[in-house]
């Protein structure tokens, strides 16, 4: 369920702007279709006038070209239309929404440092589509909403990208001054760094951990990704990077989103029950972990296997298969701290914690060490399945082709995962640009990938172009 936004004013200007949510968090439920916390909210009490309010020299009018750490720290009256010119993106989209309409991104004023952030929302239909690095000139209503100030943009005429730009370096803070309300309002919104950084409680849910000094770390940028990452108690990072953001719901709190895996740095799984050392976990076979002969939580050792993908595109996934093949023969294979250099056909022994996250079964590996590769150039054989095998749990992890496919549903922005008889093509390998997107009935003669299973759809995840074959 998602908070509903709620009209705040009519503002005149070309068409009216209708201002709503900013940082709606949804909740997902067991599923976690997204992270942070339970957004089943009803209060729509419009926080407008919260900030301070304009001196007679910082006054502005509809549409005034103003800075973000002048909006952010109350030069310009809640409630205007106003222009901010040159600055920069800092994370990627996140969609959200019952419908996924909705969109949020994080801006910076070029000069980083304190008040230097602002949330941008908007609305998915629209048609925005910006990325890290983008300079853009926004005019849209800023507004407070639950303590939060957001620019809303209603119209895409209203953005122009004027260029690329490095975002603002981020800004190394204490976890304790972020996690607090009044130290932490001055980096709402802006890139941060806390530096070694423990889990101490693993249990709030929603994507949610608590860091050392009680700072909330969110997982919302990763999962979107398809990606897993769930420390737990004992866990220590070097680092984490993210935009602060504030949950708006209930109490409301400050916690940082790291947007990817780079902002993840040397991830300790130190609260792992078992050694996740090279030569230390039971040998077992994939067959004994895909049939529930393996406790989750177990570390674990599958002998000769075949890696049967490459990395993923964000270099931190990828399948092995037993040698025999068949159902039941093949996992994913979880990298948080890098991928040791492999092929398709290398045959390798792999250490680390069987996982079962969100129902798709991984290995989770935590030193390249744990990869011992023994040669290569062995053939990886995909079974040729039908779109109704593929939705059978036997088939999860394994490689697979359906032949002769026809597609049954178009992607849509932001994902685009085409479907062949419900079975959704996952672009996990491939970066935006190069992904297909073919209308309903579009024939292929094959399709080749391993099967996955996230955000409660079956998937393949065709390796490259070689792999989709019209």
Same mark, same amino acid.
């Given at each position: 369920m998602t908070r509903h936004p709620h009209a705040l004013l009519a503002t005149t200007i070309a068409s009216a702007m209708v201002l709503s949510t900013a940082c709606s968090i949804t909740d997902n439920g067991s599923d976690g279709t997204d992270s942070n916390t339970s957004s089943n909210a009803t209060d729509s009490t419009d926080s407008a006038g919260t900030s301070a309010g304009p001196t007679s020299d910082t006054s502005v009018t509809m549409g005034d070209e103003v800075t973000i750490p002048m909006i952010r720290q109350g030069m310009v009256p809640v409630d205007t239309i106003v222009?901010?010119?040159?600055?920069?993106?800092?994370?990627?989209?996140?969609?959200?929404?019952?419908?996924?309409?909705?969109?949020?991104?994080?801006?910076?004023?070029?000069?980083?440092?304190?008040?230097?952030?602002?949330?941008?929302?908007s609305f998915s239909d629209i048609g925005l589509d910006l990325k890290v690095g983008d300079q853009v000139t926004v005019t849209g209503a800023y507004t407070e909403y639950n303590f939060?100030?957001?620019?809303?943009?209603?119209?895409?005429?209203?953005?122009?990208?004027?260029?690329?730009?490095?975002?603002?370096?981020?800004?190394?803070?204490?976890?304790?001054?972020?996690?607090?309300?009044?130290?932490?309002?001055?980096?709402?919104?802006?890139?941060?760094?806390?530096?070694?950084? +423990?889990?101490?409680?693993?249990?709030p849910g929603f994507g949610n951990y608590i860091l050392t000094d009680g700072l909330t770390l969110n997982n919302q940028y990763l999962y979107a990704a398809g990606e897993s990452f769930n420390p737990v108690?004992? +866990?220590?990072?070097?680092?984490?990077?993210?935009?602060?953001?504030?949950?708006?719901?209930?109490?409301?709190?400050?916690?940082?989103?790291?947007?990817d895996w780079n902002d993840i740095e040397n991830w300790d799984m130190g609260g792992n029950t078992t050694d996740p050392t090279t030569g230390t976990g039971e040998d077992v076979s994939v067959y004994d972990i895909q049939m529930g002969n393996v406790?989750?939580?177990?570390?674990?050792?599958? $002998?000769?296997?075949?890696?049967?993908?490459?990395?993923?595109?964000?270099?931190?996934?990828?399948?092995?298969?037993?040698?025999?093949?068949?159902?039941?023969?093949?996992?994913? $294979?979880?990298?948080?701290?890098?991928?040791p250099a492999l092929s398709v056909g290398d045959i390798v022994d792999v250490t680390g914690t069987y996982e079962e996250?969100?129902?798709?079964?991984?290995?989770?590996?935590?030193?390249?060490?744990?990869?011992?590769?023994?040669?290569?150039?062995?053939? $990886?054989?995909?079974?040729?399945?039908?779109?109704?095998?593929?939705?059978?749990?036997?088939?999860?992890g394994v490689l697979a082709t359906i032949e002769n496919a026809t597609v049954t549903v178009e992607g849509v922005d932001p994902y685009w995962e085409w479907e062949i008889d419900g079975i959704k093509m996952d672009k996990q390998f491939f970066a935006d640009a190069d992904w297909p997107h073919p209308a309903v009935d579009t024939s292929y003669s094959s399709l080749t990938g391993p099967l996955r299973f996230a955000f409660d759809a079956r998937r393949m995840a065709p390796r490259d172009a070689s792999d989709i074959v019209q």
């Open positions: 222009t901010v010119k040159d600055v920069i993106v800092t994370a990627p989209p996140r969609i959200y929404g019952a419908e996924d309409q909705y969109v949020q991104y994080y801006l910076a004023d070029p000069a980083g440092g304190e008040w230097s952030g602002i949330y941008l929302f939060v100030s957001q620019i809303q943009l209603n119209d895409l005429a209203a953005i122009q990208v004027t260029g690329t730009a490095t975002p603002p370096a981020p800004v190394v803070v204490s976890p304790g001054t972020l996690a607090s309300d009044a130290s932490g309002e001055p980096y709402e919104s802006v890139l941060v760094r806390v530096e070694n950084v +423990d889990v101490t409680d693993d249990t108690n004992g +866990d220590s990072f070097g680092a984490i990077t993210g935009p602060l953001a504030r949950n708006t719901f209930g109490d409301g709190y400050f916690y940082i989103a790291p947007r406790t989750p939580g177990a570390t674990v050792t599958v $002998v000769d296997v075949l890696v049967s993908s490459p990395t993923t595109f964000s270099g931190n996934n990828m399948y092995v298969q037993e040698q025999a093949g068949g159902a039941f023969s093949g996992i994913n $294979v979880f990298l948080p701290n890098g991928a996250y969100f129902d798709n079964s991984q290995i989770v590996v935590q030193d390249m060490a744990d990869i011992v590769s023994k040669g290569g150039n062995m053939p $990886v054989t995909p079974e040729v399945l039908t779109p109704a095998d593929c939705m059978l749990e036997d088939w999860e």
